[in-house]
């Protein structure tokens, strides 16, 4: 593997790891208040307790990210959990459109295992 796409392995798992390690500790409250509909389903979330969920989802990848046996299988998997950050930071919490446009390109960069993605769509013919 890249030492570019380990440098975005890392890079990504930092954010899923400090998410899951911030839900169990509590040192960073999240918002409360305000305008932004986010705020409202981040709360909503909390409260209901699907954000256990997704604090378990973050973990996982975030671990497999470090792994490099389960890097590029890590990637993939947190792509669309990436792209879902992305649209709820860009339609319903503005403040976090910038972090989470740099958790797509480092996914992307995680991702571009030329090797392994040929792999993945091979159709076992010859």
Do not use: Y
């Amino acid at each position: 593997m890249s030492r570019v796409r380990a440098l975005a392995c890392t890079g990504l798992s930092i954010p899923l790891l400090g998410s899951a390690a911030n839900h169990v500790l509590q040192v960073i409250e999240p918002p409360v208040g305000g305008d932004d509909l986010g705020v409202e389903m981040w709360r909503l979330m909390r409260d209901g307790g699907l954000f256990v969920w997704v604090v378990l989802g973050h973990l996982v990848t975030g671990v497999m990210l470090l792994v490099p046996r389960w890097r590029f299988l890590g990637a993939l998997v947190q792509l669309p959990i990436t792209l879902g950050i992305a649209a709820f930071n860009l339609t319903m919490f503005p403040p976090g459109v910038v972090p989470a446009l740099i958790m797509v390109a480092l996914n992307l960069i995680a991702l571009a295992d030329f090797t392994a993605l040929k792999a993945l769509v091979a159709t076992g013919r010859r």
